[in-house]
């Protein structure tokens, strides 16, 4: 399935869970050496097991009875011997499955943030951050989690088999009558996992709103504030709780009621039901006294690796829903890879022209048509219009973060498909509208643009970014751990921005609405240092904000998809079209229109 | 690799355990019951244990009697047996219902009172990075993690966030990730009553035993320390790898969190690989701490715990076997000494991992407690005076502000504006134009000065009456998940629909509702596709709704696009006169409507008058106008 139909389907997209289970046992395969000697430790571990409580039936007929002080030494250091073999094999499977496990993460992320990165930005803004993060992480987790279990539950049935064998050889009637309880605590366990996970649903439904809501107070603390909601908001947040804490409350019953027949009732009538037999078999001469402890061990392990395996196959449906979401976006092929053929890109001199372009976007329809663009080296073009008029649209087809439908981006007269990608954008400078600070400090959000880069080469980019005097302040310099940014104003983030983009010396600077979150004087003061480094790069500049591009070469006014007219300042102005009417709006150094209000 | 604060000093837990007690305390009557059934159901199950040895002796082994009279006294015994085993299992399912139940409702008071103490705070608390801010920071990027709800900007506003501040987060919330675990009150509720178990079935243990044999409840008493002193050590040392590893853990989620709010970045810059790398090794290490957790825990749990009770069970047994063959104890104390022996050794674990517990829950708690226990500074004072309406007269007496001491934001601002009047407040950045809001509104206290409100000083009046007339509309209005008409209703629950499409008339809400199938039905919500200017209008029909004497425009058309916010401005006079206005605003178009406009300079009021009459005069006003109209000179000058 292509990008843009994931694209559509959205979030509702579901494929049956059988192609999503199958999916994902590929990450099985190479983890399969390991698994299978978990499985074999699991059936020695078992083996050994069965055979302890012989011991302790020895003991009892003959070693006590008989004072038998070498046989007594004998069991003793075999017991001893025994369970050390044991714990050691305990220890290293334990070891083993959760290094299998561990493993098994870090393949699943591997794949899948691989496949990630390589999506279109349309695919990845179409969901939260964090329901991606959870993807990559929680999802990852929780299919190796199932993944790992696989195959030792599988070893439970051998171990079932086995017991059931030699309990049916030891006593068949009571090992039907043991078997027989099984019936009642898998109907309860299937009931109880279909009814709690009805209530489940239902109560994360209701967690997902309350959480929503404290979210977004957290987020709006000064509307809440401002408007007086703050005894709205707690008693919205506590009716919800209310609800959620009844649902928890049936759910808690129902499993408390559930927990009392199954680990109490059930295992009680069992264990009584046993003794009482094997009692009346000794009474009656039938069975010696050490007899019952294998009987003992034995019958009450049986359901052991039943419930383990039912337990698994209730459990394992909630995985799915992991593995579907994870199979969506496997599946969801990348638009914009490399051609096998791709060259390394020409030395970009700022001669990039887009011909005759199209696009659309799914729900939205065509965002461009059939429009020409062509930039000249050293010089600037600045691209202006309304919003929805397909400026950043153009910026993502300059820096193919999309394909155009129609028409074809040429870079130095080659069709950007034919480049290899990055070879390409390594050579482009950008800035975007706000600036993502990575964690780290600024010398480290500098080298993600240039991870070779020396400390003069950064110390440069810091200067023309005009930042020198503030890195000044911070105690460490530019190797001060910024975190995430949090405490800097928007301005000094667009600064950032703009030196992680000189870093590289770009003979093409692309700036997509770089001052747009800025306040007028913040605005002002980041359009000098811009028009500064403009003046010795090609530049092209996307904005809505008139006064910034009055020195600019060429200016391009879009309008629905299409160019309405273009020129220097100077011509359109003249032409006193569109451009000039938008500027005479915002200035107010003329009267305001009055159709505007209508 | 431990934070420090997790050494908390034993008179600061008993505070906290007081403190905690405190919301336990209206539940204590069902948690000393489920005590009290805890002290009945313990010997039941251990007295069942022990009449195994009268089940062997007296009948299995007492060849001297018939068939028939064994049989008989196998059923009394294991009827006894089963009568005990029934009412223990049943008593503890009632103890464990109480417990829940008081786990359950004390949980549920102590988020909701910390809940409700967080939105009496006041914003600065709430804004500025205090403990409060922090917490709250991270309970949404909990949220963001566990339920899949949020926006990026949560993601990237708490950057790398403090791992306790999580657990803070866990701590409060973590019955809802697991609905039966109780959270930070499990220090109380679940800890006591299984301190209580550890210890009572240990000591009926040894009472048991000491009815069989004397030697073997000395033997247990001398495993009991030195068991409990060696595993709580190394529980020690596995936590402190635990850390460690939630530590990797939170690198590779901030990693990750990098790579995907930050794929723009890398795609333009075409550096995808770099960031590739960096994840990956973040996710390695993250494995590689994992495996050395594990490790550890197997060392600790087979190495050396396992161990030291497999050495005791075979002394037990060597020790139990040599008195039979001696002929001292019979067969039935064997079976019976090594059953309760066994039985003994699930409450030794416990009672290691309940030490473990308290150390792990008692710094959250603290945490919680901490904010708790901050006082809201901005509160009513007694018998404040309760507006029964307001006219829309504002006046500021001198006001002084600071947010902080050293940088002060007004400087003695003095103005009046009368009801029904349109102000506008200019100035540069930082000359204070926000914080004459916040000040009017009482979401901070001036430092000296007055603000009046109708002739009464706002520190005097009821707040909520006041702000229950005033409409406010900030620089972006938030919207909250739901329809258009909820996030309009917002402003004022109670009104009616008329309210609500007379508002949505007046801000141009309804003019572009039109246009969706739903109209003021359509859902919106953060990341939903409405443009500034639309999203400004709800906020416009949020203020209206409320039916205001005083309208605030924070910024309000700051962010729009040239064609919108004359769109805006002209709607706004509509409203003239009918209601006071108060527009802050950094560009100068947006106040031409004014009647009057304010210019602050550096906290204090530089100049007052009409937009015609400033521009006329020398001043900051021109200055600023010639500014923000440079191009338009200079464009005269080229052309």
């Not at chain 2, 902080?404 to 009046?416: A, I, Q």
Request: charged residues 20%; hydrophobic residues 45%; neutral net charge.
């Amino acid at each position: 399935m292509t990008e843009q139909e994931a694209l559509a389907e959205g979030t509702g997209f579901r494929k049956n869970s059988w192609a999503a289970f199958v999916f994902v046992l590929q990450f099985l395969r190479p983890q399969l050496r390991r698994l299978i000697l978990v499985c074999l430790i699991d059936v020695s571990i078992v083996l050994l097991n069965l055979s302890i409580p012989w011991f302790g039936k020895s003991v009892i007929d003959q070693v006590l009875p008989r004072r038998d002080w070498n046989g007594f030494w004998v069991i003793a250091v075999s017991i001893a011997g025994l369970l050390l073999v044991v714990h050691l094999l305990t220890g290293t499977r334990t070891f083993l499955y959760n290094t299998t496990e561990q493993l098994l993460q870090l393949e699943i992320r591997r794949k899948m943030y691989g496949h990630l990165q390589r999506l279109s930005m349309d695919t990845i803004d179409a969901l939260p951050v964090g329901q991606h993060q959870f993807r990559i992480s929680t999802d990852a987790d929780r299919i190796a989690h199932m993944l790992v279990r696989i195959l030792p539950t599988l070893t439970m049935l051998f171990e079932f088999a086995l017991i059931l064998t030699a309990a049916i050889y030891v006593d068949p009637i009571l090992t039907g009558i043991v078997a027989l309880f099984l019936i009642p605590w898998t109907l309860l366990f299937i009931w109880v996992t279909h009814y709690g996970r009805v209530l489940d649903r239902r109560r994360l439904r209701l967690c997902e709103l309350r959480d929503a809501g404290v979210l977004q107070a957290a987020y709006s603390f000064f509307t809440i504030k401002s408007l007086n909601r703050s005894d709205h908001e707690v008693r919205r947040h506590s009716r919800i709780s209310v609800a959620l804490q009844r649902v928890a409350n049936q759910g808690y019953l129902i499993l408390v009621g559930f927990e009392f027949a199954t680990q109490r009732l059930i295992p009680f009538l069992k264990t009584n039901t046993i003794y009482l037999y094997l009692a009346r078999m000794v009474v009656m001469g039938q069975m010696t006294l050490g007899m019952t402890v294998p009987m003992i061990a034995y019958l009450g392990r049986l359901s052991f690796p039943i419930e383990r395996i039912v337990n698994f196959g209730c459990w394992i449906w909630q995985t799915m829903v992991s593995a579907e979401r994870m199979m969506q976006v496997m599946e969801t092929q990348p638009a914009i890879v490399d051609k096998l053929n791709a060259v390394p890109s020409p030395v970009v001199t700022g001669n990039v022209e887009l011909r005759g372009v199209s696009f659309e976007r799914p729900r939205v329809g065509r965002v461009l048509s059939n429009v020409t663009i062509h930039l000249k080296p050293n010089t600037s073009t600045a691209i202006v219009g309304p919003s929805g008029s397909g400026k950043s649209t153009l910026v993502g087809l300059a820096l193919r973060l999309i394909d155009p439908l129609e028409g074809q981006v040429l870079v130095e007269g080659t069709d950007l498909k034919d480049i290899k990608l990055d070879t390409y954008l390594k050579q482009i400078g950008t800035v975007m509208q706000d600036t993502y600070l990575f964690a780290g400090s600024l010398a480290q959000n500098l080298l993600i643009a240039k991870p070779d880069a020396t400390e003069e080469e950064m110390q440069a980019a810091i200067d023309q970014a005009e930042l020198t005097k503030w890195v000044a302040t911070l105690p460490a310099g530019m190797y001060e751990d910024l975190d995430g940014g949090s405490a800097l104003s928007a301005g000094q983030k667009q600064r950032i921005g703009i030196a992680r983009a000189m870093l590289i010396q770009p003979k093409l600077l692309i700036l997509d609405e770089p001052t747009s979150a800025l306040d007028a004087e913040t605005e002002r003061e980041i359009m000098d240092t811009l028009k500064r480094l403009a003046a010795t790069t090609t530049t092209l500049m996307v904005t809505h904000r008139l006064d910034t591009i009055r020195h600019v070469d060429h200016i391009v006014v879009m309008e629905s998809g299409g160019i309405r007219e273009q020129g220097s300042h100077a011509e359109l102005v003249r032409q006193n079209g569109y451009y000039a009417n938008m500027r005479k709006i915002f200035t107010g150094s003329e009267p305001i229109p009055q159709q505007v209000t209508g | 690799m431990l934070p420090e604060s997790s050494h908390i000093s034993l008179g600061e837990s008993l505070r906290v355990l007081r403190r905690l007690w405190g919301f336990v305390r209206p539940y204590r009557g069902k948690f000393v019951l489920s005590i009290l059934l805890l002290l009945l159901s313990v010997p039941l199950a251990q007295f069942a244990l022990f009449l195994t040895r009268d089940v062997t002796n007296k009948a299995l082994l007492a060849t001297h009697l018939t068939a028939d009279e064994r049989w008989s006294i196998v059923l009394s015994i294991v009827g006894l047996q089963a009568l005990f085993y029934f009412s223990s299992a049943l008593l503890s399912t009632c103890r464990e219902v109480l417990e829940w139940y008081g786990s359950m409702r004390s949980t549920f008071d102590l988020r909701l009172a910390f809940y409700r103490h967080l939105n009496k705070m006041p914003l600065a608390f709430l804004t500025k990075r205090l403990p409060g801010e922090h917490l709250f920071r991270a309970t949404a990027d909990m949220v963001s993690v566990f339920r899949i709800a949020s926006r990026p900007a949560v993601a990237t506003a708490s950057g790398q966030s403090a791992p306790d501040s999580k657990e803070v987060a866990m701590a409060i919330y973590s019955n809802d990730v697991d609905p039966y675990d109780p959270g930070v009150m499990g220090i109380i509720v679940r800890t006591v009553p299984l301190m209580v178990e550890t210890i009572y079935s240990l000591l009926w243990g040894v009472i048991l035993l000491f009815l069989i044999d004397g030697m073997l409840s000395l033997m247990l008493l001398a495993y009991i320390f030195p068991f409990a002193f060696v595993s709580h050590r190394l529980f020690d040392k596995v936590r402190g790898s635990a850390f460690h590893f939630k530590e990797t853990a939170e690198m590779e989620a901030g990693s990750l969190r990098d790579s995907i709010a930050g794929l723009r970045t890398l795609k333009s810059l075409g550096r995808l690989k770099v960031q590739r790398k960096k994840y990956m090794h973040a996710v390695a290490n993250t494995r590689r701490a994992g495996i050395k957790q594990i490790s550890e825990i197997v060392l600790v749990q087979s190495g050396a715990q396992v161990g030291m009770k497999w050495a005791f069970s075979i002394c037990i047994y060597v020790y139990l076997t040599s008195r039979v063959m001696e002929g001292s104890a019979t067969l039935g104390d064997w079976i019976a000494a090594l059953l309760l022996v066994e039985a003994a050794q699930g409450p030794l674990e416990n009672f290691v991992q309940i030490l473990q517990l308290i150390k792990v829950q008692l710094v959250p708690a603290q945490r919680i407690l901490e904010t708790l226990d901050a006082k809201p500074t901005i509160v009513d004072r007694p018998g404040a005076i309760k507006l029964a309406d307001v006219s829309g007269h504002i006046k500021f007496e001198n006001v002084e502000f600071a947010y902080e001491p050293e940088r002060p934001v007004l400087n003695g601002l003095s103005f009046e504006v009368k009801p029904g009047q349109y102000l506008g407040i200019v100035g540069p950045s930082g000359a204070g134009k926000s914080s004459v809001i916040a000040l009017m509104l009482r979401l901070y206290e001036p430092s000296a000065g007055t603000v009046l409100i109708d002739g009464n000083s706002v520190s005097d009046i009821a707040l909520s009456t006041f702000l229950e007339r005033v409409g406010t509309v900030p620089q972006t209005t938030h919207l909250y998940t739901g329809t258009i008409a909820d996030n309009i209703l917002f402003g004022n629950p109670k009104a009616t629909r008329e309210d609500l499409e007379r508002a949505a008339i007046m801000s141009g809400v309804s003019k572009f509702a039109i246009r969706f199938d739903d109209g003021l039905g359509t859902l919106v919500g953060e990341g939903a596709s409405l443009s500034g200017g639309e999203r400004q209008r709800i906020g416009i029909a949020r203020a209206l709704i409320r039916n205001p004497k005083i309208l605030v425009l924070d910024e309000a058309t700051a962010n729009l696009d040239p064609e919108t916010e004359a769109d805006i401005l002209e709607e706004l006079k509509a409203l003239r006169g009918s209601m006071t206005i108060i527009s802050i605003a950094h560009r100068l178009k947006a106040v031409e409507p004014c009647d009057q406009v304010l210019v602050l300079d550096a906290g204090r009021a530089a100049q007052l008058g009409s937009h015609e009459e400033l521009i006329q005069m020398e001043g900051l006003y021109r200055k600023l106008w010639a500014l923000q109209n440079e191009l338009s000179h200079l464009e005269g000058a080229a052309s």
